[in-house]
């Protein structure tokens, strides 16, 4: 029998799973879950599989693909309700139909619902908002581990906390509900510091009280900073263009020039100019073509297509917002040292997001405050991957908080030091939740049936949350985008 491949999106980590089976319904993933024998463990529930860690791996288990659960169920005025494979996008799409918009216009439009809800996502939080897609979430039903189902609202806050960073430990999402918003004009334009000069001035930029978002360039020693605002007085046509531009650059034109001038460019000096000048032609398009008023914000979203020669990938990690300025100003000496010492340099540009101080999800990454990411973007050019070991050492040092299913190369002593010291959340670390959010050395957390499959234990109150206490740990659903 020919061996079966599942790949993420962007192709660079692959599985080798017994089965790969779609789900059509909750019944479906009832019957996988009650049947080991034809559904062995590890069992993974993928959508479009944009995880840049290794959540879709299930070698010699079983992929769940849920990208035919897509429904778009209900929209009343202020929710949406879909089907744990509904992309991010399209429910965007039927929202403008109805005059509304997310809370959160997360720039990767292929995230799934399910992924949403459960996971960890990143967005600049807008002036007195929220940034992670997640904490909109007012309404989960899950399949679990032993089949039965489970629906878990806001009235159920404690419980709703774990969930919403269960990274898929309870169970399989099917469906999710999330709170939404009317259309309201967004207003954008940037601005471009030197970083002495961005160090300098942060406090000032904070005091603006709009959204930012951060356009980093390390090798140039330049910051170009998104502001963003909504503009209830607004008034004409929202201009259409500028979103579709910049969504083409970053998603379409830019990955293709850094790939192929990371091919075909042979002389170092040379190979960088070239990038060196296309980050500077993306300034100037930010700071000359990319302001207005009046915009759409479900226009930020991109689709990005499943085959495609100008894909990228990328790492994140967040750090407290009293501290960025100077993580930032080092981060630029690490990145132009290693390029000294190493010869690799991050061929496409890095991007922050500004993240409010958010309890709505147990794992939350600004749970302690608001916090500012560095995420380093490839095409996977060479030298790649040994360079985010190196950047992952550094943003541990420095106090950073990693997403489970966004950063690459993680250890175990990683992951403990950001989840005790980095966010200063040890007592919850009791939580058998979270014991299972630690996870193995490869930061996966698996669903291993036991072998004589006793009936779990779970509780389901608010205060104790639910919790498996299988031999092996559990579910991930969705995990993967």
């Not at 599985?15 to 024998?37: F, L, M, R, T, W």
């Not at 898929?168 to 471009?192: C, K």
């Not at 190979?271 to 990319?290: D, H, P, Q, T, Y």
């Not at 340099?345 to 309890?359: E, F, P």
């Amino acid at each position: 029998m020919a061996e079966t491949t599942v790949t993420n999106w962007f192709g660079d980590l692959v599985s080798h799973p017994k089965v790969v089976v779609e789900a059509h319904s909750a019944d479906d993933i009832v019957a996988i879950v009650k049947n080991p024998g034809q559904y062995p463990s590890p069992v993974r529930a993928i959508g479009s599989n944009h995880s840049t860690e290794r959540c879709g791996i299930a070698d010699g288990g079983t992929v769940i693909k849920m990208s035919q659960l897509d429904q778009v169920l209900d929209i009343s005025n202020d929710t949406v309700t879909v089907e744990a494979g509904a992309i991010y996008i399209d429910i965007a799409k039927e929202l403008e139909k109805h005059g509304l918009q997310f809370y959160v216009n997360t720039e990767i439009g292929n995230i799934t619902a399910g992924s949403a809800a459960c996971c960890g996502t990143k967005d600049a939080s807008m002036p007195g908002e929220l940034g992670q897609v997640g904490s909109y979430i007012s309404r989960i039903k899950l399949v679990l581990p032993s089949g039965e189902l489970l629906e878990v609202t806001d009235e159920q806050p404690g419980l709703m906390q774990k969930v919403r960073s269960s990274y898929g430990t309870f169970g399989v999402v099917y469906e999710a509900t999330f709170r939404v918003r009317a259309i309201q004009p967004l207003s954008v334009h940037h601005e471009t510091f030197h970083i002495e000069d961005f160090v300098r001035q942060f406090p000032a930029l904070l005091a603006r009280g709009e959204s930012l978002m951060f356009y980093i360039f390390p090798y140039d020693n330049l910051v170009t900073v998104e502001f963003r605002h909504y503009t209830p007085g607004a008034s004409g046509d929202p201009n259409r263009t500028i979103w579709p531009l910049r969504n083409y650059l970053w998603a379409t034109a830019g990955p293709a020039v850094c790939a192929q001038a990371s091919a075909e460019i042979d002389n170092a000096d040379v190979r960088n100019g070239v990038l060196s000048s296309f980050n500077a032609w993306w300034r100037l398009k930010l700071e000359n073509l990319i302001q207005s008023d009046n915009t759409v914000a479900t226009d930020q979203i991109i689709r990005y297509p499943a085959i495609s020669n100008s894909k990228y990938t990328f790492s994140f990690w967040a750090f407290p917002e009293d501290t960025y300025p100077q993580v930032l100003a080092a981060f630029f000496e690490f990145a132009q040292k290693y390029l000294a010492t190493s010869g690799y340099r991050i061929n496409m540009l890095c991007v922050g997001y500004r993240v409010a101080q958010d309890r709505s999800s147990l794992l939350s990454y600004s749970y302690d405050g608001n916090m500012i990411t560095i995420d380093p973007v490839f095409t996977a050019n060479a030298g790649w991957s040994e360079f985010l070991g190196a950047y992952n050492q550094f943003s541990s040092d420095r106090g950073g908080v990693p997403l489970m299913n966004q950063t690459f190369g993680l250890t175990r002593a990683m992951v403990q030091k950001a989840r005790v010291t980095g966010c200063g959340r040890s007592p919850r670390l009791a939580s058998p939740l979270i014991q299972a959010a630690a996870f193995s050395t490869n930061i996966s957390v698996i669903f291993w049936r036991p072998r004589r499959r006793p009936a779990p234990k779970k509780t389901l109150s608010d205060g104790e949350g639910l919790c498996y206490r299988h031999r092996g740990i559990n579910a991930r659903s969705n995990t993967t985008s």
